[in-house]
């Protein structure tokens, strides 16, 4: 694909320049003798080596997602049919030769297929109607020019009730770098996509696709254009998706791509867009992924380069006196321990506190909202009518409760969505803000007494003097391993102003979701139903109208009563699963970093040591090898200065 600047080739550039710079600093704290550093460093690798720019396609059925996503990939990958085909969310990705993995609910590992049956194993099966399909998540493999460029593309079912609350699509949405949002360009907007919008898609910033496009005439396409994006803008403001909205035939833009009729392919809509989506992924999204671990890896050199003097020092101070001062900073380091486990208590009660006030906040926020059930319930818009014909009416009553439930439940999911991000996000980035502050100062605190340990032993007081403090805040080197990918989020905006806000919230409102799937689901349905038997309702020889609005009103209070009941259970699941998948990783970082510094310390005194014991010649040339680190630390500092220097001005 395009090797212009800001494309693909570029990141895949600069990416690999991070990964180079990255193993010589592993192998740096290796020669050092600093393993904690050295893992730290294999850690951000990995992250590094693991990931990738995650494209989902999200949008209701038939709308032509994995026609779509087949013209990306210039090949009949996934099935496409006039029926609705996808059942499980997909994930292409690349690999040498095309290959084939399924998953079902609760394996520990997938079972690998024939990529050439693949069509029918995930097709929704219409036969079994309403049986679910037993597996829950596709992976193909393919030889494919976009996915070699580090890109995923994640196609996902409709958006009806279960396939888009599952776990697993809220989880991919968690890790999307870019969503694209497909609709069908004359079809009004669906309830499910509206709500799906304006729940699950506000930290982010759509692709707006619209297919079909084929089917308008040329004279009422200006029109149509002007409609769909009405639509958006109606719900989104005006202003903030400029530039992403996209007309399409995705049905031409394959069969163009599998012909390779380029003319045919750029008329077809689909072209454009692709452009625009590696301009955003490999700029916008590239830095959000990288620029954190190069400042961290900045931060990280530019502390062994500190400690590099210590060490030099101590091989050449006199003899008896290393072991004199050694043993005199034996009560300064059991006061760092002490102070190392008072920030690690410190950290624990402020995540304690954090987890109980979201509880607390959405706690109440569940049980307002129950009160809200009844009114909503009493204007859900219903398909089915219930008629006077009694001998259908028990399975019209079903039908009819279980359409006041959904809509009622789709309304409340909307409602605790809204409130996540408009009300708690912000009341959480003020927290992590205020905890970042309090923990640079304990963190820096602790620094400064680590060096003021070093000067007293070895009596070098320029390194840390220097007046060269370090750029990076010390939270952003103890959350190296943690990263501002993947995790991202939260430590991502923890590591800087820079991400803040958007990225956390990009974390948080699916934890949440994922969190409170059931308030989402049309819960306790037979029960409901039940109730309304016992109530007579169903029963009474009421007349169509009147029989629906009793139904709504019984089944309003109970949803509410059920909401109500369960509200602090909910809030509490919710609020746990938000402290164990953001903080904790930030507070084991934390507290790994800690204990890693105070080992290192102890090390190089031991090294020191034992260098000395192994005579004038070890000493000389563990003297020449400590300069070489040192120069070569110097070198990697410069490298990742640039490289940072080179992302902030992307
Ligand atoms: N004319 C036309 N047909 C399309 C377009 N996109 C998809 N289709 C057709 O719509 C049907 C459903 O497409 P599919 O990709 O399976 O939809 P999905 O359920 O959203 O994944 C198939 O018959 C496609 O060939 C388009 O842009 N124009
Ligand atoms: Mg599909």
Same mark, same amino acid.
């Given at each position: 694909?395009?090797?212009?600047?800001?494309?693909?080739?570029?990141?895949?550039?600069?990416?690999?320049?991070?990964?180079?710079?990255?193993?010589?600093?592993?192998?740096?704290?290796?020669?050092?003798?600093?393993?904690?550093?050295?893992?730290?460093?294999?850690?951000?690798?990995?992250?590094?080596?693991?990931?990738?720019?995650?494209?989902?396609?999200?949008?209701?059925?038939?709308?032509?997602?994995?026609?779509?996503?087949?013209?990306?990939?210039?090949?009949?990958?996934?099935?496409?049919?006039?029926?609705?085909?996808?059942?499980?969310?997909?994930?292409?990705?690349?690999?040498?030769?095309?290959?084939?993995?399924?998953?079902?609910?609760?394996?520990?590992?997938?079972?690998?297929?024939?990529?050439?049956?693949?069509?029918?194993?995930?097709?929704?099966?219409?036969?079994?109607?309403?049986?679910?399909?037993?597996?829950?998540?596709?992976?193909?493999?393919?030889?494919?020019?976009?996915?070699?460029?580090?890109?995923?593309?994640?196609?996902?079912?409709?958006?009806?009730?279960?396939?888009?609350?599952?776990?697993?699509?809220?989880?991919?949405?968690?890790?999307?770098?870019?969503?694209?949002?497909?609709?069908?360009?004359?079809?009004?907007?669906?309830?499910?996509?509206?709500?799906?919008?304006?729940?699950?898609?506000?930290?982010?910033?759509?692709?707006?696709?619209?297919?079909?496009?084929?089917?308008?005439?040329?004279?009422?396409?200006?029109?149509?254009?002007?409609?769909?994006?009405?639509?958006?803008?109606?719900?989104?403001?005006?202003?903030?998706?400029?530039?992403?909205?996209?007309?399409?035939?995705?049905?031409?833009?394959?069969?163009?791509?599998?012909?390779?009729?380029?003319?045919?392919?750029?008329?077809?809509?689909?072209?454009?867009?692709?452009?625009?989506?590696?301009?955003?992924?490999?700029?916008?999204?590239?830095?959000?992924?990288?620029?954190?671990?190069?400042?961290?890896?900045?931060?990280?050199?530019?502390?062994?380069?500190?400690?590099?003097?210590?060490?030099?020092?101590?091989?050449?101070?006199?003899?008896?006196?290393?072991?004199?001062?050694?043993?005199?900073?034996?009560?300064?380091?059991?006061?760092?321990?002490?102070?190392?486990?008072?920030?690690?208590?410190?950290?624990?009660?402020?995540?304690?506190?954090?987890?109980?006030?979201?509880?607390?906040?959405?706690?109440?926020?569940?049980?307002?909202?129950?009160?809200?059930?009844?009114?909503?319930?009493?204007?859900?818009?219903?398909?089915?009518?219930?008629?006077?014909?009694?001998?259908?009416?028990?399975?019209?009553?079903?039908?009819?409760?279980?359409?006041?439930?959904?809509?009622?439940?789709?309304?409340?999911?909307?409602?605790?969505?809204?409130?996540?991000?408009?009300?708690?996000?912000?009341?959480?980035?003020?927290?992590?803000?205020?905890?970042?502050?309090?923990?640079?100062?304990?963190?820096?605190?602790?620094?400064?007494?680590?060096?003021?340990?070093?000067?007293?032993?070895?009596?070098?007081?320029?390194?840390?003097?220097?007046?060269?403090?370090?750029?990076? +805040?010390?939270?952003?080197?103890?959350?190296?391993?943690?990263?501002?990918?993947?995790?991202?989020?939260?430590?991502?905006?923890?590591?800087?102003?820079?991400?803040?806000?958007?990225?956390?919230?990009?974390?948080?409102? +699916?934890?949440?979701?994922?969190?409170?799937?059931?308030?989402?689901?049309?819960?306790?349905?037979?029960?409901?139903?039940?109730?309304?038997?016992?109530?007579?309702?169903?029963?009474?020889?009421?007349?169509?109208?009147?029989?629906?609005?009793?139904?709504?009103?019984?089944?309003?209070?109970?949803?509410?009563?059920?909401?109500?009941?369960?509200?602090?259970?909910?809030?509490?699941?919710?609020?746990?699963?938000?402290?164990?998948?953001?903080?904790?990783?930030?507070?084991?970082?934390?507290?790994?970093?800690?204990?890693?510094?105070?080992?290192?310390?102890?090390?190089?005194?031991?090294?020191?040591?034992?260098?000395?014991?192994?005579?004038?010649?070890?000493?000389?040339?563990?003297?020449?090898?400590?300069?070489?680190?040192?120069?070569?630390?110097?070198?990697?500092?410069?490298?990742?200065?640039?490289?940072?220097?080179?992302?902030?001005?992307?």
């Amino acid at each position: 694909m395009s090797t212009e600047e800001g494309g693909y080739a570029a990141a895949a550039a600069q990416r690999l320049r991070l990964t180079g710079i990255c193993r010589q600093l592993g192998k740096i704290a290796e020669q050092i003798g600093d393993t904690g550093a050295e893992s730290l460093v294999s850690d951000i690798l990995q992250r590094m080596d693991t990931d990738a720019f995650y494209v989902m396609v999200v949008g209701d059925f038939k709308r032509g997602k994995s026609t779509f996503v087949n013209a990306l990939l210039g090949a009949q990958v996934l099935p496409v049919k006039a029926v609705p085909a996808t059942a499980v969310i997909t994930e292409v990705k690349f690999g040498d030769s095309p290959a084939a993995q399924l998953w079902k609910e609760d394996a520990v590992s997938p079972e690998p297929v024939d990529p050439e049956r693949l069509v029918e194993l995930i097709t929704v099966n219409n036969k079994a109607h309403g049986q679910r399909n037993p597996y829950v998540k596709a992976e193909v493999i393919w030889p494919l020019e976009l996915c070699r460029n580090n890109v995923v593309l994640v196609d996902s079912p409709g958006l009806n009730d279960h396939e888009s609350r599952d776990e697993i699509t809220l989880g991919y949405l968690r890790k999307a770098d870019a969503v694209i949002f497909l609709q069908h360009a004359i079809a009004p907007m669906s309830m499910d996509e509206t709500q799906f919008l304006s729940s699950y898609l506000e930290a982010y910033d759509p692709f707006f696709v619209f297919t079909y496009f084929d089917a308008i005439d040329d004279h009422e396409r200006g029109e149509v254009t002007a409609a769909a994006r009405h639509r958006i803008t109606a719900l989104r403001g005006e202003e903030r998706d400029a530039g992403r909205f996209f007309f399409v035939d995705g049905k031409t833009a394959l069969r163009a791509r599998i012909t390779g009729d380029t003319a045919e392919y750029n008329s077809s809509g689909v072209a454009a867009l692709e452009s625009a989506l590696e301009h955003y992924l490999a700029t916008e999204r590239h830095k959000v992924k990288i620029l954190a671990p190069a400042r961290a890896l900045r931060g990280l050199a530019r502390e062994l380069d500190r400690n590099l003097p210590h060490e030099l020092a101590m091989l050449d101070s006199r003899t008896g006196e290393l072991e004199r001062r050694w043993e005199s900073a034996q009560q300064p380091l059991r006061e760092l321990q002490a102070q190392a486990r008072q920030i690690t208590m410190d950290v624990d009660n402020q995540t304690r506190m954090l987890q109980e006030r979201v509880e607390n906040l959405l706690g109440g926020f569940l049980a307002a909202v129950a009160d809200e059930a009844p009114v909503v319930a009493a204007d859900v818009a219903l398909t089915t009518k219930l008629g006077m014909n009694p001998l259908k009416l028990k399975e019209r009553v079903e039908q009819v409760a279980g359409e006041i439930a959904a809509g009622t439940a789709k309304r409340i999911e909307e409602k605790v969505a809204q409130w996540v991000s408009g009300s708690l996000e912000p009341v959480i980035a003020q927290d992590l803000e205020k905890l970042a502050e309090r923990l640079n100062a304990e963190l820096g605190s602790f620094e400064a007494r680590l060096d003021q340990l070093r000067v007293d032993l070895t009596g070098v007081t320029g390194a840390a003097a220097a007046g060269e403090r370090q750029q990076e +805040p010390p939270l952003t080197r103890f959350l190296a391993g943690v990263g501002g990918f993947v995790l991202g989020g939260v430590a991502g905006g923890m590591m800087g102003a820079q991400f803040g806000v958007k990225e956390a919230l990009r974390a948080l409102l +699916p934890t949440m979701a994922i969190a409170m799937v059931w308030l989402f689901t049309p819960f306790g349905l037979p029960t409901l139903i039940a109730g309304l038997v016992i109530q007579g309702i169903v029963q009474s020889n009421m007349a169509g109208g009147r029989l629906e609005t009793k139904m709504r009103e019984a089944v309003g209070r109970e949803m509410a009563t059920q909401i109500r009941l369960e509200a602090p259970k909910q809030a509490r699941a919710a609020a746990k699963s938000f402290t164990d998948e953001t903080m904790r990783p930030i507070t084991e970082s934390v507290n790994s970093g800690l204990s890693s510094r105070i080992e290192e310390l102890t090390r190089s005194v031991a090294a020191a040591q034992e260098t000395r014991e192994q005579g004038a010649d070890a000493v000389d040339r563990r003297r020449i090898e400590l300069k070489q680190l040192d120069e070569q630390l110097r070198r990697t500092g410069e490298d990742l200065d640039d490289l940072v220097d080179d992302l902030v001005r992307m």
